[in-house]
């Protein structure tokens, strides 16, 4: 079956940085594109970046310029990497993978920024 496991996550001062990765497996990860939403309390789960199987990014306005996604097909990974948070960036961040009507999640992984 498919499974999508998150990690990386946890409490980092504003101004820090965070790594996330996603884990594939289950599915065959190069033509899926894979994105990382975040869901603060109370409001809507939404898109932070993605990137499609041959590479093309796409990023929320909110996190241009401080957050990179990347993947190695290789290692069936996604990665986010997250510099200069925000106490704005605390979220669940989940991974996502997509392909066509194909959709799967992760379970998420919980981002704290806070001094």
């Known amino acids: 079956q498919v499974q999508l496991v998150e990690s990386g996550g946890g409490l980092v001062q504003p101004g820090g940085s965070l790594s996330l990765s996603c884990a594939a497996s289950?599915?065959?990860?190069?033509?899926?594109?894979m994105g990382w939403y975040r869901q603060a309390p109370g409001k809507q789960r939404d898109l932070v970046a993605a990137?499609?199987?041959?590479?093309?990014?796409n990023y929320a306005d909110s996190v241009k310029g401080r957050f990179t996604i990347s993947r190695d097909n290789a290692k069936n990974t996604v990665y986010l990497q997250m510099n200069s948070l925000k106490p704005e960036d605390t979220a669940v961040y989940y991974c996502n993978a997509n392909v066509y009507s194909s959709s799967h999640w992760g379970q998420g992984t919980q981002v704290t920024v806070s001094s």
């Open positions: 289950g599915i065959i990860f190069s033509i899926y594109t």
């Open positions: 990137i499609t199987g041959g590479g093309s990014t």
